[in-house]
């Protein structure tokens, strides 16, 4: 079965550095491209970015354009956000997610569980 | 920036038809995403390439197009339907957008 995992909750003051991590299983890993979602609180999804783990190609949203960083290690089949010089602002949940081309176009079939983060002093 | 926009909230009672739209100027030239979200959980995808439905989706989940605007219809709506229900699509230069959402009442 295919399963998109991300790392647990985060509690970060202001000012702080963190890295979200999203491990694959279940599928050939390196082959399909992950998205970035966030989730402010109470809000709609915001698309963020994507990246094809085979060559860590990337691609940021003009509107996140410099305010993290993605990344990858096809050797675990983990895909990582980095945020930095954190504000209260980015409190979010954060999701990864998959997308099947050859399948669903743009869409993102398969959802990691979301990664809950807190900025606050 | 370019912006999906959705009705925010629509109520029916069990075992109608719910009908959900979203509107954007590029979606008669782009694909339409649909996604479930309920309380406290990861999106699901609904809906692909504006009308078709991944393995395992109910066909009671349905989505059509019309010029700039795109409906999502859950016919014989059931309790479980409750839920946000979310467009995705993109702007004229590929950048994705999601639509900020419908809350689904069931009555």
């Known amino acids: 079965e295919v399963h998109l995992v991300q790392s647990g909750t985060e509690v970060k003051k202001p000012g702080e550095s963190l890295k979200i991590s999203c491990k694959g299983s279940?599928?050939?890993?390196?082959?399909?491209?992950i998205g970035w979602v966030r989730q402010m609180p109470g809000k709609g999804l915001k698309w963020m970015g994507i990246?094809?783990?085979?060559?860590?190609?990337?691609r940021y949203s003009p509107s996140f354009q410099g305010q993290f960083t993605m990344s990858a290690d096809k050797s675990i089949n983990t895909a990582y956000l980095q945020l930095s010089s954190l504000k209260a602002s980015d409190t979010a949940i954060y999701y990864c997610?998959?997308?099947?081309?050859?399948?669903?176009?743009?869409?993102?079939?398969?959802w990691g569980q979301g990664t809950v983060v807190t900025v606050s002093s | 920036s370019y912006e999906l926009t959705q009705t925010p909230s629509v109520s029916v009672s069990p075992g109608q038809t719910a009908r959900i739209t979203c509107s954007g100027d590029?979606?008669?030239?782009?694909?339409a995403y649909w996604y479930q979200q309920k309380a406290g959980q990861a999106p699901v995808l609904l809906i692909y390439?504006?009308?078709e439905r991944p393995s395992g989706i109910p066909e009671r989940f349905s989505a059509s197009t019309s010029g700039t605007t795109v409906t999502l219809t859950i016919s014989g709506v059931q309790a479980e339907d409750e839920a946000d229900y979310l467009c995705?699509?993109?702007?004229?230069?590929?950048?994705?957008?999601f639509g900020g959402g419908t809350k689904l009442t069931v009555l």
């Open positions: 997610a998959r997308i099947h081309r050859e399948l669903t176009g743009d869409g993102f079939d398969i």
């Open positions: 279940g599928y050939t890993f390196n082959t399909y491209w």
């Open positions: 990246i094809y783990p085979g060559d860590s190609n990337t």
């Open positions: 590029a979606l008669p030239n782009q694909y």
């Open positions: 390439k504006d009308n």
């Open positions: 995705q699509s993109a702007d004229t230069s590929g950048t994705w957008v």
